[in-house]
Every structure is written in C-alpha cells, then in structure tokens.
C-alpha cells in the first residue's frame, strides 16, 4: 500500500496566479490527499484565487514567519509523509516528486532537497551577493553543527509523520531559520536524512530580502546549536525519539 502524502506550501504576498499554477501542477504530478497552502497576511485577491486551487487554504492574519507556517501545516495534516515546497515554485514538481519517491522507496524518515548536489541542475542562478551569502551560511553551518549538508535551505523537505512527532517538539524558530532547525534536530534525534538532487531556478521577485536574512540565519546558526547540543546530552530524549 502506498504512503499517503499531504503537502505544505507555506506563503507570504505571492503571486496568486503563479501559485495556483504551481498548486495545480502539484496535484497533478503528486495526487496527494491533501495541499494545504499556509498563507499569511492575504489580501482578498489571494483568499479568492487560491480558494479555487488549494484543496486546504488556511489564513492568518500575522505574519507567523516561514518555520511557524509550515509547522502548523504538518501539525494540522493527517498522512503518511508530510512535503513543504516554497510558494516560488523555485523547486519544480518534477523534483518533489523525487523526494517523494525516495521517501516512500527508501527507508529514510527525512529527504530533502539540495542545490549543491552533484546532479542537481541549476536553470537560473541566484545574482552573485545571494549566491555567494548562501555559500559563506552553507561553510559556516557545517563549521558549527555536527549535521554535514551540502544544502540546509532548500526549500523542499519530506519527513515521515511518526518522525515529525519528535523533530516538531524541538523546532522553535519561526522564520527562515527553520530549515536549519529541522536538519538539524532530526540529525541530533538519529533520524538518517537523505539529500535529493533537484532542478532548480532562482526567482528573482522573491520577498526574501537576501542581506537581513543571511544575518537572521548566522544569528540562528548559534542558538541552534545550543538547542541540539542539549538534546545530543539528553538520554531520554534520545531515546524516546524512535
């Protein structure tokens, strides 16, 4: 029997039509039992044109910040395997399907995708300060943290929901540092994390401000660290994680 999927979209001003599109991809490629489309700060055009493409859309009236909404969206669904993708649609379909596949072929609880994979494909790279922000976060990560990943911020993941029980209990950043948090944790926990070669284009009209958010994320790097070094010195959480 194959393993049920819900996927998560979290959102924050996107383009509403190109989003739809991408839902309507999703749905097609995926047939997931449930897309739900965590969208913050909606406008009435937004609420209308999703409405008609998510098969959940849940609103808030905050901005709660990318971890927050994608941790309320995997809390919230009921499945087997639980997949964000960024709004962007900077990971194409084609490449969620691959985490997808892995995930239900394999026996790892956690896949996520990576730009910095030998056979990723690049379509579009980032201007050069983005890239080479993202380079200097990707060296100074796996300085710091005991977790080695080419890639920590794609924004694509896939995490069984028994796994999620454990790792959700310990991510507590609510913005872009959240995917940091969770490779993090769930490689602290002892879960075997998988990274999946992806085809990938930048999107320039992203919201994601390049300069405060490297800040935000080597800021974090700190506080992440502390947090999985408590759990690695912490038996019984440990070994309650499985």
């Known amino acids: 029997m194959t393993d049920s999927l819900g996927v998560v979209i979290p959102a924050y001003d996107p383009d509403p039509l190109a989003l739809s599109r991408y839902l309507t991809a999703v749905r097609t490629a995926l047939n997931p039992e449930t897309v739900r489309v965590e969208l913050d700060q909606p406008t009435e055009s937004h609420v209308e044109l999703l409405s008609e493409s998510a098969i959940e859309l849940n609103t808030s009236r905050d901005r709660r910040g990318k971890g927050a909404a994608i941790a309320a969206g995997f809390d919230a669904l009921d499945t087997d395997i639980y997949v964000f993708a960024d709004a962007d649609g900077s990971v194409p379909v084609s490449s969620l399907d691959d985490i997808v596949r892995e995930m239900r072929a394999g026996e790892s609880e956690v896949c996520i995708g990576s730009r910095r994979h030998s056979s990723s ?122």
């Open 121 to 242: 494909e690049i379509l579009a790279h980032q201007a050069v300060v983005r890239r080479f922000l993202g380079v200097l976060f990707a060296v100074a990560a796996r300085r710091i943290l005991p977790t080695q990943c080419r890639d920590y911020q794609c924004g694509a993941k896939a995490v069984r929901a028994d796994a999620w029980e454990s790792i959700g209990q310990h991510c507590y950043e609510r913005g872009f540092a959240w995917d940091l948090e969770f490779v993090s944790v769930a490689d602290v926990l002892g879960y075997d994390i998988v990274e999946v070669p992806v085809v990938w284009a930048d999107r320039p009209d992203s919201t994601v401000d390049p300069i405060p958010t490297s800040f935000e994320l080597l800021a974090a790097l700190i506080t992440v660290k502390r947090r999985t070094d408590a759990i690695a010195t912490n038996r019984a959480v440990r070994t309650t994680s499985h």
